[in-house]
């Protein structure tokens, strides 16, 4: 069974450029999560999807980040203008059950260094 | 909302010796407690968890228990080996709008030194 995918596997960009991360998740698995993980800290939750519908997005910086994950499957995210303090790894995650959060399965990330 | 604190950061072990890593939540409807580990350069990877109504498990060298009253929950890893070295982040799991949420530790980076 192959992985969550995710690419880039890294970006460099300097502040107030764009810059956008995709995500495949596992075959069949209706749940998509993206995760914020700053060095040193553990994984935080930007947005929750069931399928192509937006379940949780309580802590996504709406004025700069969005995301979307069109016909249920991939999801994009987008940092739009990029700050300083947006340096960080971001994980995708996908499970098959919504109320099954805790059998997630993670991709590589995305270590994104903003200058 | 959760709140989990995890301590202690960093934790040093000799090969063989055994690692307790400790977690406390806040939030007595969280009812799931899932345990992860991340490798240099990868994303977690689930490799224990328990429910609130079990007080302990186990699996070969690695045991979880939880107490639920004291609102904390311990990782416990006897044996061990060199490849065990990498971050170790505890989780604690609720239901929200219908939906698992799942709020992380802070991590613990283990080494362990052959």
Do not use: M
């Not at chain 1, 553990?42 to 949780?56: A, S, T």
């Not at chain 2, 007595?28 to 350069?41: C, H, I, R, T, V």
């Not at chain 2, 990498?86 to 362990?112: D, I, M, N």
């Amino acid at each position: 069974e192959a992985g969550v995918a995710q690419s880039p596997r890294y970006k460099i960009i300097e502040k107030r450029q764009s810059v956008a991360f995709w995500c495949n998740p596992i075959s069949g698995h209706a749940t998509l999560y993206w995760y914020q993980q700053i060095l040193g800290q553990g994984p935080k939750l930007l947005i929750q999807f069931q399928n192509n519908g937006v379940v949780d997005d309580s802590q996504l910086p709406k004025d700069r980040f969005s995301a979307e994950r069109l016909k249920g499957v991939d999801s994009t995210l987008k940092i739009q203008p990029a700050k300083l303090e947006d340096s960080a790894v971001y994980l995708c995650a996908s499970s098959s059950l919504p109320d099954s959060a805790y059998e997630q399965y993670f991709g590589p990330g995305t270590r994104l260094t903003v200058t | 909302g959760e709140n989990v604190e995890q301590h202690p950061s960093t934790l040093s072990v000799q090969e063989g010796d055994s690692a307790v890593i400790k977690c406390t939540y806040s939030d007595s409807a969280s009812n799931y407690f899932p345990w992860y580990k991340q490798e240099l350069g990868k994303g977690p990877q689930l490799i224990i968890d328990i429910r609130s109504n079990v007080g302990e498990k186990k699996d070969q060298r690695i045991a979880v228990t939880l107490n639920k009253t004291a609102k904390h929950f311990s990782l416990h890893i006897t044996e061990t080996q060199p490849e065990d070295s990498a971050v170790y982040f505890c989780a604690a799991s609720k239901v929200s709008g219908g939906y698992q949420k799942v709020t992380f530790g802070t991590g613990t980076k283990l080494q362990v030194i052959p």
